[in-house]
Structures are given as C-alpha cells and as structure tokens.
C-alpha cells in the first residue's frame, strides 16, 4: 500500500499543484512511519562600521550586528556587549532591522542591530568579537536549531578635533541646545536664602551620559548643594537624542559680597569642523546679615571650604580666652602648682636616694 501511495505521489509532484502534494506526501510518510530528510539551517553573525570616513572623537559611530540563516525566522537572540578600550559601545534603544540577500538563488533572512561606539580616544579603536546565541525555524511547527556564534573584531580609525586638549572630554554632535534658568530670591537677599541653577541640554547623535557634569564652583561664604542628574536617550524617528539636567543650589551662610562665576561649555561641529562655546551666565549679589546673624567685616569672595572659616575663628577666640584666664589668675596656679609639685631639691632626693648633698 505504501508503494502504490508513493508512486501516485510521484506522478503528482510533476503536475502544476507539486506545492500541495508535497505537504499530502510528507503528511502521509509521517503517518506511515517513513522518516524524511531533516533539514539543518545555515546560520552566520557579522560585525561592520556603517560609515568608511574617518569619525572625530565622541561622534556616533553606528556598528552593524547582522545575524543571517536560509531558515525563515529568529528566535531567543541573546548577546553582551564586550568593553572598548578607549571608547562606549551601547545599544540605544530596540530598534530591529529585518533584511534579506540572495545566495545562490536562496533567500536568507537577516536581522540587523544596530549599536552606537562613541570614541573617547584618537587613533586606532578596536571592538571586540562579539558573541550570539539564537534559534532559527524553517516555519511553525518545525524544531527550532541553536546557533552559538561570534562575529570578527571591527576596527576604526578616530581623529581627535584640532584645539581640543589630549585628556579633554568631547563632546561632537551636530546640534547642542543648553537652556539655562535661575532661580533667585526676591531682594533684599540675607543670609540663609539660597540661588538654584538649572541647566537643560539637548544634542543629536550622543549619549546624554557622555554630556559632561556642570562644575561646581566653591566660594567663600556660599555652601554648594549639587543635585543627581537627570539623563535620558530618546529615539527621534530613529535618531538617538540625549538630554540631561543639571541642578545646583548655592546656600547664602553669611552677609557679603558675592559672583558665582560663569560656566563655559565647548563643543565640536562635525559639519562645520569647528569648536563652539555657549556659555551660562553666573550671578552676581550682595547678601546681608540674617535676622539676628552679627555682621562680618570678612570677605565673602575668599575661596574656602563651608564651615571652614567659622571654625577658625572659633579656635582662635577659644586660645585668647584661654591666654586671658591664665594670665588673670597666674598667682593662684602658681599656688596650686607649689602645692602639688614638691620642690626641686626634694624631687632630687627621690631621684638619687645616695646623694648627700
């Protein structure tokens, strides 16, 4: 019976319908207990740059992590990002490319992933292989095969921006918005009132952690209260945008003259290739006594830790009291000193109990 249904199978695969014959005879050798060919699929990873032109230091350099098979899915794709010496490898966000290329007139599916390196250092900048574990199917139904792969190291050459310091952080992109805002008491200001700095920025093609800290100036007479950032990748249509917020507050502690200074930023135009500076204008005030709080002659410009002068003029009023008292009642420590100490022959006779002197 399995012959005669073989051979009408046979006759049928060379009709117009072969597709549906095909399914009824691998249907009919399964339930009559014939064990067909399996089919194991091909699979490969790959690594390459997106770009062939000489990127400048911080700017996107987009890595391409293809996985490609002849089956027809992909399933449990897992993979680490390794360490880059000299630059940061990320995935910014989950974005997926599902591609396909002909082989020898077989279709192979591939799914891309597209990974950000943003170079830190100039010269020669290496990406380590990176290793993949997935599935791939031949369709629903079928016994997925596991594939353990690891692709080829990617280099890339990297200038660094003419101007720009060997040990400087860079920050390149094509667009930097930075929106300052300060918060300032109403006047008059007094001790204890305090000026808040906030600072939003904005730019294309880079990391929001690669978007420096704002510095945080010490002055005399102002205690300095930096807040945690807020740092946040978006995608915009594909695009990585990265923002951060910065908040600093500076807490008046005594009455003075004071200027928070300026704070300067640079940056670099891959498009132009030139520096450009923005700069957040600092403040400046008088502050007076707080209600109660004594004035102070001492320069509130000096550059000193908080606290660092009220100790030292506690300590000093601590010594001169102290001198005062002593000398004030030197007579009775002079008594006291007599009454406890013995007299300097009497200490020698202890001392040398064979002296007789």
Not at 81 to 102: A, C, S
Not at 299 to 327: D, I, M, R
Request: proline share 9%; glycine share 8%.
């Amino acid at each position: 019976m399995i012959g005669a249904l073989t051979r009408s199978l046979s006759g049928a695969l060379n009709g117009p319908i072969c597709g549906r014959f095909a399914t009824l005879a691998a249907t009919a050798g399964l339930a009559a207990g014939i064990t067909l060919p399996a089919h194991a699929d091909q699979a490969e990873v790959d690594a390459g740059l997106a770009r062939t032109d000489t990127p400048w230091i911080g700017e996107q350099v987009i890595v391409h992590l293809d996985l490609k098979t002849d089956g027809l899915s992909f399933a449990n794709v897992f993979f680490d990002l390794p360490e880059v010496e000299g630059g940061f490898l990320m995935r910014p966000d989950t974005t997926t490319l599902k591609l396909t290329e002909r082989r020898d007139g077989v279709m192979w599916q591939v799914l891309r992933y597209p990974l950000a390196l943003f170079p830190q250092s100039d010269g020669e900048l290496t990406v380590p292989a990176i290793t993949v574990r997935f599935d791939t199917t031949q369709g629903y139904g079928s016994e997925p095969d596991a594939h353990e792969l690891s692709t080829r190291p990617v280099t890339v050459t990297v200038r660094r921006p003419p101007g720009v310091a060997d040990d400087a952080l860079v920050v390149t992109t094509t667009r930097l918005d930075v929106q300052p805002d300060w918060t300032t008491p109403p006047d008059p200001v007094q001790a204890g009132d305090a000026f808040t700095l906030q600072v939003r920025r904005s730019a294309d093609a880079i990391s929001a952690m690669l978007l420096p800290p704002l510095p945080v100036y010490e002055v005399g007479g102002l205690a300095a209260y930096p807040k945690n950032p807020e740092v946040n990748d978006r995608s915009n249509r594909g695009a990585l945008v990265g923002e951060r917020v910065d908040r600093i507050t500076w807490v008046v502690e005594r009455a003075g003259s004071y200027r928070i200074p300026d704070i300067r930023m640079q940056w670099w135009n891959p498009d132009d290739e030139r520096l450009q500076d923005i700069t957040v204008p600092g403040v400046s005030f008088e502050a007076a006594p707080a209600p109660g709080q004594p004035a102070t002659d001492t320069p509130a410009s000096e550059s000193a830790a908080p606290g660092q002068l009220a100790a030292w003029g506690l300590g000093t009023l601590l010594a001169a009291a102290l001198l005062v008292l002593a000398w004030r009642f030197r007579a009775t420590l002079h008594r006291w000193g007599r009454r406890i100490l013995p007299a300097p022959r009497a200490l020698l006779s202890d001392l040398n109990p064979g002296d007789t002197h």
